[in-house]
């Protein structure tokens, strides 16, 4: 079945250490690929996206993600966490060019250690 | 400017009752959709509107409707309401018609009692 798997329900990760949020999707065709963030209580705030050609993406807030079409992933990456990183994340997808809506993953809670 | 605005941001109602949300778009802005969130199921699409026409439409039963008005508002509504229309129910606007750069509000939080 089409699907937006990620994997890791929760994670923590010390301040200032790395991060990498996974993402997984089972689509034919290369989608429209975002990374969302939602804070308690609050919308959803685009941290980036993928349509095609680099396959390393920079987005807001320091986060990066890379899209990998052999593995059909698209994980999220952040070299130094702050304690304010501490949402919610959400993978996204638009599953093909004539679609508009978005496919959600079940989110990844991040939370901080000091 | 101003963001994607909805109104009410908490919402109380009784099973049974009907329930009309609403969402201003971002001035410009021609895509609306409407997203409900939930513990168990997540994020959902319910619909997309684009120039007053549903674009597209969710797996959601037809007590869940919406429109869009001339000036790019649009309100969703759901009739009998049941306990497990309780969620947050966000909408998100867009410049176009493509995918992406969607603004999402902060969302109304509906419980039904």
């Known amino acids: 079945a089409q699907s937006v798997t990620q994997p890791d329900i929760h994670i923590t990760v010390s301040e200032g250490a790395s991060l990498e949020l996974r993402c997984n999707y089972s689509y034919g065709a290369t989608p429209y690929l975002f990374w969302y963030v939602q804070s308690p209580g609050q919308g959803l705030q685009l941290l980036l996206k993928y349509f095609s050609g680099d396959t390393l993406v920079q987005g807001i807030k320091g986060f990066e993600a890379e899209f990998k079409r052999s593995q059909s992933s698209f994980n999220l990456r952040k070299p130094s966490v702050h304690w304010s990183d501490a949402a919610e994340y959400f993978c996204a997808v638009v599953p093909n060019q004539a679609g508009t809506a978005l496919i959600f993953g079940k989110g990844t809670t991040l939370s901080v250690s000091s | 400017k101003a963001g994607v605005t909805q109104t009410p941001r908490y919402l109380i109602k009784t099973r049974g009752q009907q329930v009309t949300l609403s969402c201003s778009p971002i001035s410009g802005h021609r895509s609306v959709s409407w997203y409900q969130q939930t513990p168990g199921q997540g994020l959902q699409f319910l619909f997309e509107y684009f120039s007053e026409t549903q674009r597209n439409k969710g797996n959601f039963p037809g007590r869940f409707s919406g429109r869009q008005f001339s000036n790019s508002r649009s309100e969703m509504n759901v009739s009998t309401l049941e306990l497990g229309d309780s969620a947050l129910y966000l909408c998100?606007?867009?410049?176009?018609?493509?995918?992406?750069?969607?603004?999402f509000g902060s969302g109304t939080r509906l419980t039904v009692v």
């Open positions: 998100a606007s867009s410049l176009s018609a493509a995918p992406g750069g969607y603004t």
